[in-house]
């Protein structure tokens, strides 16, 4: 069973930058179309980007032109770059994944997809 565990969340300005990690154990995740989610205190859970196991990547419109998703499957491991970040970008921030969709939000609650326990991530004004 695929497990996925998050990093290199903390606390940056605005403007600043951060890069977060998300490492599989368990099995490959080299089929898997990867995801980053959010959840802001008090809101619903966000899809951030996704990377498909084709190589195809897309982003939500709040994140396009700042945030960078990759992913290493050699190491096993997904990526997501934050520049310019904002106060409106803190959350908690969250890796998911499936072999056979690329996840929606709603699919956490419905028990769908593998996800990791989270990261937080703040940005001061």
């Known amino acids: 069973q695929v497990q996925l565990v998050e990093s290199g969340g903390g606390s940056v300005q605005a403007g600043g930058s951060l890069s977060l990690s998300c490492s599989a154990t368990g099995g490959s995740i080299r089929r898997y179309c990867m995801g980053w989610f959010r959840q802001a205190p008090g809101k619903a859970l966000e899809k951030v980007a996704d990377s498909d196991a084709d190589g195809g990547f897309d982003y939500a419109h709040s994140v396009k032109g700042r945030f960078t998703i990759s992913r290493d499957n050699a190491k096993n491991t997904l990526y997501l770059q934050m520049n310019s970040l904002k106060p409106g970008d803190t959350a908690v921030y969250y890796c998911?994944?499936?072999?056979?969709?690329?996840?929606?939000?709603?699919?956490?609650?419905?028990?769908?997809?593998?996800w990791g326990q989270g990261t937080q991530v703040t940005v001061s004004s």
């Open positions: 998911a994944g499936d072999r056979i969709t690329c996840l929606q939000a709603r699919d956490r609650e419905h028990g769908g997809g593998i």
